[in-house]
């Protein structure tokens, strides 16, 4: 507990200080559209975006907090996609998806059609702990993150917060 505390720590501890702003000014939506268009152009060879026709409205009324937690979470994923979804075959494109919808509360679904992941292998990787720790933010807001994997076709992680995130304080 601990360890899972001191990582906890770090990683906030190491968030850039600009980021949040932008979710706070854009919203989150509007932030991680930024992100992916903007911030992160041409890591990937194909950006598919969805997103429900209100689902940005729905979005900005999660409380800041967990807009920011869940900006980061997705924003971890994109990287570890733009990272390790490559594969060195030339004739396959890396493709990210990204979908957003409302279910009761925001659940982003971010794909890479890269090797896959062995989940056994990422847990016990010691640069592993960020969707780990993201994970555990995630829980502390009452949201989730889950991750569906098949060798050589896809990765998958879907974050999720409930509409009610952040109303509820929690206890030291």
Do not use: Y
């Not at 949040?20 to 992100?35: D, F």
């Not at 869940?70 to 390790?84: D, G, L, Q, Y």
């Not at 890269?114 to 989940?119: F, Q, S, V």
């Amino acid at each position: 507990l601990t360890d899972v505390h001191r990582q906890i720590s770090n990683l906030l501890h190491d968030l850039p200080a600009a980021q949040p702003p932008e979710v706070t000014r854009l919203g989150l939506v509007a932030a991680l559209h930024s992100l992916v268009h903007v911030d992160m152009v041409g890591l990937f060879d194909e950006l598919i975006w969805q997103d429900d026709p209100d689902v940005q409205v729905q979005a900005n009324q999660l409380d800041p907090l967990s807009s920011e937690v869940v900006f980061f979470a997705a924003r971890e994923v994109i990287r570890n996609a733009s990272r390790h979804a490559r594969v060195a075959s030339a004739d396959r494109r890396l493709v990210l998806k990204i979908h957003l919808q409302w279910r009761l509360g925001l659940e982003i679904s971010i794909q890479d059609n890269g090797p896959g992941m062995r989940l056994s292998q990422a847990e016990s990787s010691p640069q592993g702990h960020g969707l780990a720790l993201h994970s555990t933010l995630l829980a502390v807001i009452g949201g989730s993150l889950s991750i569906a994997s098949a060798p050589g076709e896809f990765t998958c992680v879907t974050l999720f917060v409930p509409q009610d995130a952040g109303l509820f304080p929690v206890s030291a």
